[in-house]
């Protein structure tokens, strides 16, 4: 009965945006239904949240699925080799992949304008070249990217990483007045 009711409501949503697809504009449907939520539009908005939620909870079960795994493949391949060696035994006293999960960093990032555009995008250098920058520092890191970019084709966001790190490194001394062309 439920399966019914849920390929019911399927086919009444089909329906209804079929209808939206050939006899409105997309004007028409912001008219008409202009609180869309953002990450309806644009799925790859919470996807990445929503993954790295999901893996946290999940980790305990994910961790011990993981371990019990691990120890099935190594072991005939430990057996294998205990006579070639000539050694007694190996045994696992304990296997975990530590309590914090891994996250997910590297997805789309979700960029808008000031006119409202949306840009979806996992490149470093057009991330950098939709900014709009105002301080001189954060100029000279888009500058950077964007020279990595036109030069190299690669690895922009890995060259505004490192010089964040030598400013970083920098802010100290510039802080107790040294001079940028002070040696010593």
């Given at each position: 009965?439920r399966?019914?009711?849920?390929?019911?409501?399927?086919?009444?949503?089909?329906?209804?945006?079929?209808?939206?697809?050939?006899?409105?504009?997309?004007?028409?449907?912001?008219?008409?239904?202009?609180e869309?939520?953002?990450?309806?539009?644009?799925?790859?908005?919470?996807?990445?949240?929503?993954?790295?939620?999901?893996?946290?909870l999940?980790?305990?079960?994910?961790?011990?699925?993981?371990?019990?795994?691990?120890?099935n493949?190594?072991?005939?391949?430990?057996?294998?080799?205990?006579?070639?060696?000539?050694?007694?035994?190996v045994?696992?006293e304990?296997?975990?992949?530590?309590?914090?999960?891994?996250?997910?960093?590297?997805?789309d990032?979700?960029?808008h304008?000031?006119?409202?555009?949306?840009?979806?995008?996992?490149?470093?250098?057009?991330?950098?070249?939709?900014?709009?920058v105002?301080?001189?520092?954060?100029?000279?890191?888009?500058?950077?990217?964007?020279s990595?970019?036109?030069?190299?084709g690669?690895?922009?966001?890995?060259?505004?990483?490192?010089?964040?790190?030598?400013?970083?490194?920098?802010?100290?001394?510039?802080?107790?007045g040294?001079?940028?062309?002070?040696?010593?």
């Open positions: 009965m399966r019914n009711l849920r390929a019911n409501w399927i086919s009444i949503g089909l329906v209804i945006g079929y209808f939206f697809f050939v006899y409105f504009q997309p004007s028409d449907v912001k008219r008409i239904l202009p869309i939520p953002f990450w309806v539009k644009n799925p790859y908005y919470d996807r990445v949240d929503w993954l790295n939620r999901f893996i946290e999940m980790w305990p079960y994910l961790d011990k699925a993981i371990c019990k795994t691990a120890k493949i190594a072991k005939p391949i430990i057996a294998e080799q205990i006579p070639k060696y000539k050694i007694d035994s045994e696992f304990e296997l975990t992949l530590g309590c914090l999960p891994p996250t997910f960093q590297g997805m990032k979700l960029i304008d000031d006119k409202g555009n949306a840009t979806i995008s996992n490149d470093g250098a057009t991330i950098m070249k939709l900014l709009d105002v301080h001189p520092i954060a100029k000279i890191l888009v500058d950077i990217a964007k990595q970019d036109s030069k190299v690669d690895g922009t966001t890995r060259v505004v990483l490192f010089a964040g790190e030598f400013l970083k490194e920098a802010k100290p001394f510039i802080e107790d040294v001079h940028s062309k002070s040696y010593t």
